[in-house]
């Protein structure tokens, strides 16, 4: 730190109890009392220097005591900066620092310490020292701001000290920071094998600062929050980018408010809070939440600018120290901008009402996700139409206006599967939130047919109308294979589900076998070109020329099994299908809309019969070969063609009754 000394006396102050003596060999003829401690001194160094104790003096003499009493109750500093003072009226030693700058100045000023009564008097020198010295340096600047508590802050701002000093720093922080105070490199040629900062070749002993942007963050969460939002306004004058005023902001909400740290352990979080009691943190709740509201509305309300885990660790913390509504709107409102970046880990706020209705925060989740859905409708600028339908070419999972929303309706479906096992979660909430998330948004519903199964597992007494009302959230069309399997031996979901996920099923294979189809034309037409080719490189290439020919028809003839087995797979579904008909029919008559008719008990009783009876299992495995061999004198395009028509003949008319 920087220091500029004054006087050229030996100290001859010495202090006894509540009193300070000057012993220079003469009685003191003028007693000063500054608040609590007395100071027996002489009239002519103070009136010589001072034009306030000039008329205090002459004052006190008028009335004939031997020893006058001065009161100064109003001096800046209070006694220990009048101390200062009075060794600068009689000449003694003393050193100007960062650290007692401010109340000398102030002091020098209330006491009326001009060049009138003497040349170098103590506001001149005082000034000298902040403009050349202290407002040229970084860390001398933000001592004798930190110096500017709520006694001297009047003073200061009166002198307009506070605001050169927060100019002086705000300057700096838009500054490179190695183009002024001490060398601050990260690497290069000043930083010595040892990792020390090396000055004109000798080792300082000094570690290399960072000169990244967020250099000064650590040193600005030192003020206290009145100067510190000074500070901050005057950077924001300054056009310092809004992420690096984030980055601060956030640094000095994690300095203190000790709930962003409760994760926190071991020496670290002893460390932490050691820091906070040095650095004057709020203690009471009242004020850690008036610092969370200021450090929220300080904050540029524009997306990225903070990671999602801070403003859900401020959100939690708001929702602990009771901040008001327009508080916690403001923060849901922010992580409804970025929501796609969040992990389910944020999501996962415990409820921290009185009600404790349920165990993590629903409703909450619900708001941001509304907030988020009205700004991306507002940032795609009406790319789905108003019924919340969307073009197929904007179906594309990687398209960049619909990848957000993607993002969101994943977490939510994870949210949701976390969520469902609380037997407290009323069935309407989950239904809302499932139901805020669009269907354009989920490519496949997986997800949140995982989150209704645990859901109807853990609420086993729901009724059988509120089970199909649950289960209408999902599309069926929209299960994958593996998905169709589990719910199609599901005990748990209604049977008019069960019939739809088996038509659409049976709908997906159909549509793989008609690729496949393509696919075994397509090599059909190519064979001949393949062997002819083949008997071309070996000619040309002689014995080993024609390898790769011969092990591309062998992978050929395999893939050509594969599709026969696909076809003997499709003609058991179909056998089994036409069976369930005829047993439907058997027991209840042929029913006009088996899918949106409600089963009776009867039927359901004889679905579970012909279920054991038939052994009902699907296996999403279509591809994989099974049940035998293709026979040497049999070609597999025949057979495989045959088999298929027999398929074909044996298809029903009436296929669609089963569509829901």
């Not at 000057?22 to 009685?27: E, H, K, N, Q, V």
């Not at 002086?168 to 990260?186: H, I, Q, R, Y």
Request: proline share 4%; charged share 20%.
């Amino acid at each position: 730190m920087a220091c500029m000394k004054l006087g050229s006396k030996s100290d001859a102050f010495q202090r006894q109890g509540q009193a300070w003596f000057c012993t220079s060999g003469l009685p003191s003829d003028i007693t000063v009392e500054v608040g609590e401690m007395s100071f027996h001194l002489h009239k002519f160094p103070l009136l010589s220097r001072s034009g306030v104790m000039e008329k205090l003096i002459a004052e006190a003499s008028e009335e004939e005591d031997e020893n006058s009493i001065i009161r100064l109750p109003e001096v800046p500093g209070g006694a220990k900066t009048f101390e200062l003072v009075a060794k600068f009226c009689y000449g003694v030693k003393l050193e100007l620092t960062a650290s007692n700058v401010v109340h000398l100045r102030c002091a020098a000023d209330h006491l009326e310490m001009t060049e009138d009564y003497g040349e170098g008097n103590l506001i001149t020198q005082t000034e000298t020292f902040l403009n050349h010295v202290v407002l040229r340096n970084w860390k001398d600047s933000l001592k004798a701001l930190q110096t500017c508590d709520d006694d001297i802050l009047p003073y200061a701002d009166k002198l307009n000290i506070t605001k050169r000093c927060i100019d002086s720093l705000a300057s700096k922080a838009s500054t490179d920071p190695n183009l002024f105070g001490w060398p601050m490199v990260e690497h290069g040629p000043m930083q010595s094998p040892g990792g020390s900062v090396l000055w004109n070749g000798i080792s300082t002993g000094a570690r290399p600062k960072n000169s990244s942007s967020d250099w000064w963050y650590e040193d600005a969460s030192t003020l206290n929050l009145s100067l510190y939002k000074r500070l901050i306004s005057a950077m924001e004058s300054r056009g310092i980018r809004h992420e690096i005023i984030a980055g601060s902001l956030a640094s000095y909400a994690k300095m203190y408010l000790p709930g962003l740290n409760r994760r926190g352990q071991g020496a670290a979080s002893t460390d932490s809070s050691s820091r906070l009691v040095a650095l004057g943190a709020p203690a009471s709740e009242e004020e850690q939440r008036n610092l969370l509201e200021e450090i929220e509305r300080l904050l540029p309300m524009q997306k990225g600018l903070v990671s999602t885990k801070f403003l859900f660790g401020l959100l939690k913390t708001a929702m602990i120290l009771k901040a008001d509504s327009s508080c916690l709107s403001s923060l849901e409102k922010r992580i409804g901008m970025q929501l796609d970046q969040a992990t389910l880990e944020n999501l996962l706020m415990p409820n921290f009402s009185h009600s404790m209705e349920t165990l993590y925060n629903v409703d909450c989740v619900q708001r941001i996700v509304e907030h988020f859905l009205a700004m991306d409708q507002m940032i795609s600028g009406g790319g789905a139409s108003p019924g919340g339908s969307v073009d197929d070419s904007q179906l594309i999972i990687g398209s960049p206006s619909l990848t957000p929303i993607t993002m969101v309706a994943k977490l939510i479906d994870g949210y949701l599967a976390e969520v469902a096992p609380d037997v407290n979660l009323k069935l309407p909430k989950f239904q809302a939130l499932a139901a805020a998330v669009p269907e354009y948004a989920r490519p496949l519903d997986d997800g949140l047919y995982r989150a209704i199964d645990i859901y109807l597992k853990s609420h086993p007494w729901l009724a059988e109308s509120d089970r199909e009302q649950l289960c209408r959230l999902m599309d069926c069309q929209k299960l994958s294979l593996e998905a169709c399997t589990h719910a199609a031996q599901n005990e748990r979901l209604p049977l008019r589900i069960v019939v739809q996920v088996l038509f659409f099923e049976q709908l997906q294979l159909r549509t793989s076998i008609a690729g496949c189809f393509l696919v075994s034309e397509n090599l059909d037409g190519s064979r001949q070109l393949m062997r002819s080719g083949l008997a071309g490189a070996a000619a040309g290439s002689g014995e080993g020329g024609g390898g790769g020919w011969a092990s591309a028809v062998r992978e050929n003839q395999v893939l050509k099994v594969g599709m026969d087995n696909m076809r003997m797979r499709v003609s058991e579904l179909e056998k089994e299908c036409s069976t369930m008909r005829q047993e439907i029919e058997k027991l209840g008559g042929r029913p006009t809309k088996p899918a949106v008719s409600a089963p009776t008990s009867s039927s359901l009783s004889a679905w579970g019969s012909m279920s054991k009876k038939l052994g009902f299992r699907m296996k999403s495995q279509m591809c994989s070969a099974q049940e035998g061999s293709v026979s040497n004198n049999q070609t597999p395009s025949n057979s495989g063609s045959g088999k298929m028509e027999k398929a074909k003949q044996r298809r029903p008319k009436h296929k669609n009754k089963l569509a829901p």
